[in-house]
């Protein structure tokens, strides 16, 4: 009974704090959810978190409970996602950027922001960082879409588990040809979700050039990942060993992501082995952690 009791007065305090609602931002209703901003301290950073995918804000809610008692947070949907309505803008990197300023600008929250962004959320907040530097007092960036993947370093896991370089190559035209046949046929998914997948090839094709570019800001940089292969059967690669070729990834994108998180003073890699692709809900301690470590080498970095 005591148990019953104290857990519902966390989900009424809960409540309470967390403010769910829609603003209207260029004519298009945005989803939103602010928890701690009219308590916010001056200068104090606020979390703001960004989804992988045509994911919908609601995948953070394990954390959110946590992260609220280190400081003022806010999650969103992007126009099209979840509950916000669809605007007639390609979510490119720069594009989302400044729509993630105008939907803070309307809220009245300042800099400084701690972004933590999930799968291709966190491509879209290290873009951010590459165009608004000034605005950020860290980075969180959890199980990414591999912004520092290259059509040259993305054969080397599959020569890694034993394929040969012609092997290799042949797959790759194979999956080529398919992805241009598919190009042709009607998607059943909503436009949006359809854009933000155009835009993540496009910046695999272009080597992530417009983040490879640009050099990060000496801020606390965090990577998060997760080492259990957790990938649903209708995406694994039937022609070969799945499983290992997931490890022979890990371990490239581990040694690419590490210098990524040296190219910092505040820089940290995180592995959960019992996480899969969504960290922060499979080992939600290890994410609060960082956001622990990242806002407390902020404030140690401000006083340099």
């Keep these: 009974m005591r148990f019953i009791l104290i857990a519902l007065f966390i989900l009424t305090s809960l409540s309470a704090f967390s403010q769910k609602r829609f603003i209207e931002l260029d004519s298009t209703q945005i989803w939103i959810n602010t928890t701690g901003i009219e308590n916010r301290k001056e200068g104090q950073p606020v979390l703001v978190f960004e989804s992988g995918h045509g994911t919908p804000m609601g995948h953070w809610d394990k954390i959110l409970e946590g992260a609220s008692q280190l400081a003022p947070l806010i999650t969103y949907d992007r126009p099209g996602i979840g509950e916000s309505e669809p605007d007639n803008e390609m979510p490119t990197i720069k594009n989302v950027a400044d729509k993630l300023l105008r939907i803070l600008k309307y809220l009245n929250i300042d800099p400084p922001f701690v972004l933590i962004g999930h799968s291709l959320g966190g491509a879209y907040v290290r873009g951010f960082a590459a165009y608004y530097p000034q605005f950020l007092a860290g980075l969180i960036i959890i199980d990414p879409a591999d912004f520092t993947e290259t059509q040259l370093n993305r054969k080397k896991p599959f020569l890694d588990i034993g394929l040969s370089n012609d092997e290799t190559e042949t797959l790759f035209k194979k999956w080529a040809l398919e992805e241009e046949k598919n190009k042709n046929k009607p998607s ?52 070969l060993n799945d499983s290992l070729l997931f490890r022979a990834k890990m371990k490239n994108r581990v040694e690419r992501w590490t210098e990524v998180v040296q190219s910092v003073d505040k820089g940290m890699l995180f592995y959960s082995g019992d996480a899969g692709h969504f960290v922060h809900y499979d080992d939600p301690e290890l994410f609060i952690s960082s956001a622990i470590i990242v806002l407390q080498d902020y404030e140690s970095l401000k006083k340099k």
């Design 188 to 239: 059943t998914q909503p436009k949006s979700i359809v854009e933000e997948g155009e835009v993540l090839a496009e910046l695999r094709a272009t080597d992530f050039k417009e983040i490879s570019d640009s050099k990060l800001p000496n801020i606390p940089v965090h990577i998060l990942t997760g080492g259990r292969y957790d990938t649903p059967p209708r995406f694994r690669i039937k022609e």
